[in-house]
């Protein structure tokens, strides 16, 4: 038996983000206990030519909304790129929560075979069925962008560890 398009999306985003969701809880827990200015977390890189932690919160968010939006033929909601604190970047994983609770199984099922084009970078695009563009971009897009910012919060002292990172996978 096959598994469905909504039982391989919705699930895996909603967990993943709410893991992300638990980490800046520690990462707040870390700031308050050491003193230290927030902001030094949130615009940390692991390298100069990587984008923040900031940045990492919101493309994990983008990943799981804007892919859940292209497969069920809904309007992605838009977010202003605007988040800089831990519970600024908390609320928008909330919302991304959200939308994700918004969308029913029946719009996602089926749409295996749907063509997705979505952009790649600034100036391209890319078309890919939706199964595919599921498995192979959109789900490694999100873990890549949530494992770079478990990377960042941990380089930097918060103390998370692997069950932190799986916290809600219980299957």
Not at 24 to 31: G, I, P
Not at 58 to 86: H, W, Y
Request: hydrophobic share 45%; aromatic share 8%.
């Amino acid at each position: 038996m096959s598994i469905s398009m909504s039982s391989a999306s919705l699930p895996i985003f909603t967990t993943t983000l709410g893991n992300l969701s638990h980490m800046l809880d520690k990462a707040q827990v870390f700031v308050d206990v050491k003193k230290c200015d927030p902001l030094a977390l949130t615009q940390y890189r692991l390298a100069p030519d990587m984008l923040p932690l900031s940045r990492q919160v919101q493309i994990a968010c983008d990943a799981a909304k804007n892919a859940i939006a292209r497969l069920s033929g809904m309007e992605a909601p838009k977010f202003d790129d605007v988040e800089v604190t831990l519970a600024e970047l908390k609320a928008r994983i909330q919302k991304t929560l959200d939308f994700l609770a918004s969308v029913s199984a029946d719009k996602l099922d089926g749409t295996e075979q749907k063509e997705i084009t979505f952009p790649v970078g600034r100036d391209a695009n890319r078309t890919m069925r939706g199964e595919a563009y599921l498995k192979h971009w959109a789900l490694p897009n999100m873990f890549f962008h949530v494992t770079t910012a478990y990377a960042i919060l941990r380089h930097n002292g918060v103390e998370l560890g692997k069950s932190d990172y799986l916290l809600g996978a219980n299957a």
